[in-house]
């Protein structure tokens, strides 16, 4: 081919590609599941990286502030955690200087020290850690609990549901016969239940499905079912010590007979009654209990709403993870129901982490006030139903979505935070910024790519260790406002 031809064959597909760059949206053309991208003339021009942040500051500062020597005494040391690589020798003012802080307006202060004042005086006091998928699992969770529980006493995994919905699960081993089915209160719910009595753990579960309110009930099936819950090998020690039983039910048609089995042996043999709105059965349980199982029989299940292994002292806490929701579920069951639960329970402390699942939804800020005002009600309603308890709002970590190839933060999400910000404060509650404290924008890729990693690909959800180490942080952050209270006390 002549140099002329293939000069000007070559300036012909420059152009036929600038044309396409031209009518290219920059956001990209859809094709079925497939985003098709064309890069911009600036792109081509001029240099476009990605700036990640640098994350190498934060990660070195990590500590165990428990491991600090009492605040009133000489503190000089610190010990090494598995978290990350301790700072030696320094002194306790210079070491929490780097902990990110919880934000709290004067009520918000006044009703976290409430909640410590009762930590420092009760023999039982209980955490309810509510969030999306971040904490499901038991992640982050597990390494907040277990460290109030070394330094407050305690033991066992708190409430947890009658059949677990997600195949991981750090602290205990759980499993169901194959009649049991999960009814949740948020994403699709299940068109057969014709109440909104969900307990507080925003689902029950049963092994029979639910009988119609508007027909007449028939024994015509015998259900027997049965759940078996044991310690987990890679657990926290306490976790693995359950010493007390309590089960949350009610809504059976039929009575039901129940029992609890320890070993090869029945601890407690029961009868559930029919058209109990919402009961109890508790059971005080051997030493060095680490498996129970629980047997059902009768023509229909009750609703159980949670099942709690946990000691009647030091401090309980609950990891109540609802995958794909956004928080806003507690306004949505039955009000009378839920303070029945909530007045048997009697949380201390509410921590609500939120807000990661409306992220990749968000268009406008318009849809940002209205999720600020669903979940500033959520709030009220709580206080309401628990009007002794105090609230930490965490906000979501940060999250990358892909544009073209590279990764960057949601373009609403900072906004996003912002509001629940905004939302906690003006309700007393404290607000624990997680995208900030682990390095704000366009940090999750840099914990993505650390090593060993600290978040997982999908530029999202942390990794085993990452979680362990923002829970470190968080739990820093806490036990720092508590040991503040102890000085204006003292």
């Not at 005494?73 to 598995?82: F, H, I, K, Q, Y």
């Not at 209160?185 to 499905?209: C, L, N, Q």
């Not at 999250?399 to 906690?424: F, G, H, N």
């Not at 900030?436 to 993505?448: F, I, L, Q």
Request: a negative charge; one cysteine or more; proline letters at 5%.
């Amino acid at each position: 081919m002549k140099p002329v031809k293939i000069l000007l064959f070559t300036f012909g597909v420059f152009l036929l590609l600038a044309g396409t760059m031209w009518i290219t949206p920059g956001g990209g053309v859809k094709l079925g599941a497939f985003t098709f991208h064309m890069p911009t003339f600036k792109e081509m021009l001029a240099d476009n990286e990605v700036e990640y942040a640098d994350v190498s500051e934060i990660l070195e500062q990590q500590f165990d502030i428990d491991s600090l020597v009492d605040i009133d005494l000489d503190m000089d040391t610190v010990c090494s955690d598995s978290v990350a690589e301790f700072i030696p020798s320094a002194s306790y003012d210079s070491l929490v200087a780097s902990i990110y802080k919880i934000e709290l307006a004067d009520t918000g202060k006044i009703n976290l020290h409430r909640f410590f004042q009762t930590l420092h005086d009760s023999t039982l006091i209980r955490i309810m850690h509510y969030g999306d998928s971040q904490i499901e699992g038991d992640r982050i969770t597990s390494f907040v609990r277990n460290k109030f529980q070394v330094k407050f006493g305690g033991s066992g995994p708190g409430l947890r549901p009658a059949l677990q919905p997600y195949d991981y699960i750090f602290s205990a081993v759980q499993e169901n016969s194959d009649n049991w089915k999960r009814y949740p209160i948020y994403g699709k719910v299940d068109s057969t239940v014709e109440h909104d009595r969900y307990g507080v753990m925003g689902a029950f579960s049963r092994f029979a499905p639910p009988a119609s309110d508007t027909l007449p009930f028939r024994d015509s099936i015998l259900y027997d079912a049965e759940l078996n819950i044991s310690k987990s090998d890679i657990s926290y020690k306490l976790t693995r010590e359950y010493k007390h039983f309590r089960m949350f039910y009610g809504n059976a048609k039929r009575p039901v007979e129940m029992q609890l089995m320890v070993k090869a042996d029945i601890l407690l043999t029961d009868t559930l009654p029919a058209a109990l709105e919402y009961g109890v059965i508790e059971c005080q349980l051997p030493d060095s209990v680490s498996h129970i199982s629980v047997r059902f029989s009768g023509y229909d299940s009750p609703d159980i709403y949670g099942i709690e292994l946990a000691e009647q002292q030091g401090v309980i806490v609950d990891n109540i993870a609802l995958r794909g929701s956004s928080g806003t579920i507690f306004t949505k069951s039955d009000y009378l129901h839920s303070l029945k639960m909530y007045s048997d329970l009697k949380p201390g402390l509410f921590l609500l982490q939120f807000g990661g699942n409306v992220v990749p939804y968000i268009k406008n800020e318009k849809a940002i006030k209205n999720y600020g005002r669903w979940f500033k009600s959520q709030i009220l309603r709580l206080q309401n139903l628990c009007p002794d308890a105090a609230i930490i709002v965490i906000g979501p970590s940060d999250m990358s979505t892909k544009e073209k190839d590279k990764y960057v933060t949601y373009e609403y999400l900072p906004v996003v935070v912002e509001t629940l910000k905004e939302v906690a404060l003006s309700t007393g509650c404290g607000f624990w910024d997680m995208y900030e404290a682990m390095g704000g924008y366009n940090s999750m890729p840099s914990w993505v790519n650390a090593d060993p990693e600290l978040a997982r690909p999908d530029y999202v959800h942390f990794s085993a260790r990452g979680a362990r180490l923002v829970a470190n942080m968080f739990y820093n952050a806490l036990i720092f406002e508590y040991n503040n209270f102890l000085m204006e006390v003292n």
